[in-house]
């Protein structure tokens, strides 16, 4: 069998440890592996693909990126960009592909499955949204990055009894800044699910004042809401939909409402792709080798429209549209323990 793998939307730590697993299993099962480059837009027109043996995976484990390259180019989105993509699949006598990604690369995935396609999927997002898997490749990695980068902005807060504001990713849901602020000891925690109006976040900075609290540290998610903050626009959106949240300037914004609100210096930090640069953290290369095995397993067993996704802690296969149908957001619970402990 000819399998193919390829890796979609914004790029994470993990990626080449799962397209090394895929990669060796399938060679030293038989099979023959080619690698699609540069996401999606690697299955249009002829076709961008590059064979993958054994020399080409050497030293991948502990590289950050992607080996294979990344885009956001969007197939369904394109006219006849789906039957480019089964078109481009026969050019290249590809049997069977490994798409992994997050919610926009996982939906041309199901896609392609409902069409016939013989395809199977590996989660992959450093926004930790997508549904039923426990795991995402390079959320683990990014939150080590967050919480030191927060201890890192405590020493500078504390040694000029400054506010700290620290933005970090998450276009829709907090998972980094929630996670990234209990690991860090982050004292406010501004995300999506649970909205702060910006009166009650200059009160708690003033409150830490007055208890001679000097500085103090604010994680928050980019894609946040703050009633009574004015936000800048998004930048352009991609191929599929989504604005470049960055641009919002949300953190930036925030330290200087701070600032002319109670007059206590502030700063901000935008953490932005440190995020999702770098090598993996080890749970980050060790779920990839799993997954990537269960993939092309998946695969001899002729098995498709699934992904290799982590449930009650072990490898499962899920439907490809149970991952995508809804965004996981950060519970109650969760965001109680970082509101408890801060
Ligand atoms: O892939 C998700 C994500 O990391 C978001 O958190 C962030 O908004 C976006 O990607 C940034 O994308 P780009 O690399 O295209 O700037």
């Known amino acids: 069998m000819r399998i193919a793998v390829l890796t979609g939307g914004g790029d994470a730590a993990g990626l080449n440890a799962a397209i090394r697993s895929v990669g060796r299993h399938a060679l030293r099962g038989g099979d023959e592996v080619v690698g699609v480059l540069n996401g999606w837009a690697g299955l249009l027109g002829d076709g961008d693909t590059r064979p993958l043996d054994e020399a080409a995976l050497l030293g991948a484990l502990r590289l950050g990126g992607t080996l294979l390259g990344s885009s956001r180019t969007n197939p369904l989105r394109i006219d006849d960009g789906i039957a480019q993509v089964e078109a481009a699949m026969a050019a290249h006598r590809i049997d069977a592909l490994v798409a992994i990604g997050g919610d926009d690369t996982l939906s041309v995935a199901a896609r392609l499955a409902e069409r016939g396609a013989h395809v199977v999927g590996i989660p992959k997002t450093v926004d930790f949204d997508l549904a039923v898997t426990e795991y995402c490749i390079g959320f683990d990695s990014a939150v080590a990055i967050v919480a030191e980068s927060l201890d890192r902005l405590h020493t500078t807060a504390a040694s000029h009894h400054r506010v700290m504001v620290c933005e970090v990713m998450g276009r829709d849901t907090g998972w980094l800044a929630v996670m990234g602020g ?121 098995t498709t429209g699934v992904a290799a996704a982590v449930v009650a802690n072990a490898e499962q296969l899920v439907p490809l549209g149970d991952l995508v149908a809804e965004q996981k957001r950060v519970p109650a619970p969760i965001y109680q323990v970082f509101e408890a402990l801060s």
């Open 182 to 302: 209990i690991a860090g000891g982050a004292d406010l925690c501004l995300i999506p699910e649970f909205p702060l109006h910006l009166d009650e976040i200059v009160a708690r900075i003033a409150a830490r004042d007055a208890q001679g609290k000097t500085s103090s540290i604010i994680v928050v998610a980019e894609g946040a809401q703050i009633a009574g903050l004015t936000a800048e626009a998004g930048g352009p959106a991609d191929a599929f939909g989504h604005q470049n949240l960055a641009r919002r300037a949300l953190g930036e914004r925030l330290a200087d409402a701070i600032e002319s609100a109670n007059g206590h210096e502030s700063r901000a930090t935008v953490l932005g792709h440190v995020q999702r640069g770098g090598s993996p953290v080890a749970t980050d290369r060790i779920w990839p080798s799993r997954l990537g095995m269960a993939a092309v397993d998946a695969i001899r067993a002729d």
